[in-house]
Nanobody, 114 residues
Framework: QVQLVEPGGGSVHVGESLNPTCRCT???????????VGWYRRAPGRERELVAT???????LYAPFVKGRFTLSRDNVKNTLDLQMTNLRPEDTAAYYC?????WGQGTQVTVSA
């Protein structure tokens, strides 16, 4: 059974960093590489929006609001998906969700305060 677990959220102040990780279990290393992966977020009162997404062999696509602050990286041996977030802003406050193909994690909360 495929499961995605996302530890690594938290509460920080403006300008600080967080590094949530998505651990994908229930699949082999080869299978992990066969699907699109990504991070999305949903802020209170807003629709879910793309943060970053990657397909093996292609460049990572970032949302315009990332503006060089976030980096998506995948480890195809450990089956993990990291989102390194720097220079965080209050508007980055949201629940962050990772995805592998059509499977989703439960989400991890990121809160940025002034």
């Amino acid at each position: 059974q495929v499961q995605l677990v996302e530890p690594g959220g938290g509460s920080v102040h403006v300008g600080e960093s967080l590094n949530p990780t998505c651990r994908c279990t229930g699949m082999s290393e080869f299978v992990f590489t066969q699907q699109r992966v990504g991070w999305y977020r949903r802020a209170p009162g807003r629709e879910r929006e793309l943060v970053a997404t990657n397909v093996i062999g292609s460049n990572t696509l970032y949302a315009p609001f990332v503006k060089g602050r976030f980096t998506l990286s995948r480890d195809n041996v450990k089956n993990t998906l990291d989102l390194q977030m720097t220079n965080l802003r209050p508007e980055d406050t949201a629940a962050y969700y990772c995805c592998w193909g059509t499977s989703w994690g439960q989400g991890t909360q990121v809160t940025v305060s002034a």
